[in-house]
């Protein structure tokens, strides 16, 4: 256990349901990821947050995704319409930047995998 | 970041070195080699970094060449449960961006 968590952990829904899933990071990590991974392949880069400031999107993230972080704390991303294609695995990862850190690591959560049917 | 390249899948013998090979001949001098691991149905897990110097810790040691175009990752006495998929990744040390991964190597311990 990380210490970041993920809910739910599996979802299973139909084409052109509308889905969220939430991101619990370390409690004093300012920096929270997102990342899609499919079958066979590394986790992909979505978007990250630096504190509730979206600070990059992946060309990954169509008009479908919304991810949010309004406090800073937890973050939710919100895909919409989904298609089969949005079937994976999203990881949640999150950091401490500054603060006199010297590398940057980030913890990761178990993931929620999606099948979209 | 510069790109890696590592083997697809590995075998190794359950007690024995698990040595895992990883080329990044277009690393520049202040790119870290760092390594992740992804055990079944969860997510990545940090296991070690360098620059230049070889390195260990509690889980691995991590071998970086003299002219740092490769390295190699030690697992000592593999178990069953270091069954997984091995990242390794080229990025800055101070760069708190994303981690971008490569499809890594798939090690299987074997009993």
Redesign the interface.
């Known amino acids: 256990d ?1 210490g ?1 968590s993920q809910d739910p952990r599996h979802k299973i829904t139909k084409r052109g349901q509308n889905v969220t899933f939430r991101c619990d990071p370390i409690s004093e990590h300012n ?1 929270l ?1 997102w ?1 899609r991974q499919t079958l ?6 979505l978007t ?1 947050f630096q504190n509730e400031a979206q600070l ?1 999107k ?1 060309r990954l993230l169509s008009d479908r995704f919304s991810a949010e972080r309004p406090k800073g704390s937890f973050s939710t991303l919100e895909i919409q319409r989904t298609e089969q294609g949005d079937s994976a695995m999203y ?3 999150s ?1 401490l ?1 500054g603060s006199g850190r ?10 929620t ?1 999606l099948t979209v049917l | 970041d510069a790109k890696t390249t590592q083997p697809t899948s590995m075998d190794c013998a359950e007690g024995r070195a698990a040595n895992l090979p990883c080329n990044h001949s277009t690393i520049s001098g202040n790119e870290y080699v760092y390594w992740y691991r992804q055990i079944h149905s969860q997510g990545p897990q940090y296991i070690i970094h360098g620059l230049k110097n070889n390195e260990t810790n509690e889980m691995a040691s991590l071998i970086i060449t003299e002219d740092r175009k490769s390295s190699t990752l030690i697992l000592p006495h593999a178990t069953l449960r270091d069954t997984a998929v091995y990242y390794c990744i080229v990025r800055l040390k101070t760069s708190y961006d994303k981690v971008i991964f490569g499809p890594g190597t798939s090690l299987s311990v074997i009993p």
């Open positions: 990380t970041v920096r990821y990342y066979g392949q590394g986790p992909e880069f990250y990059e992946s990881l949640c990862a950091s930047v010297t590398y940057n690591e980030q913890f990761f959560g178990p993931g995998r």
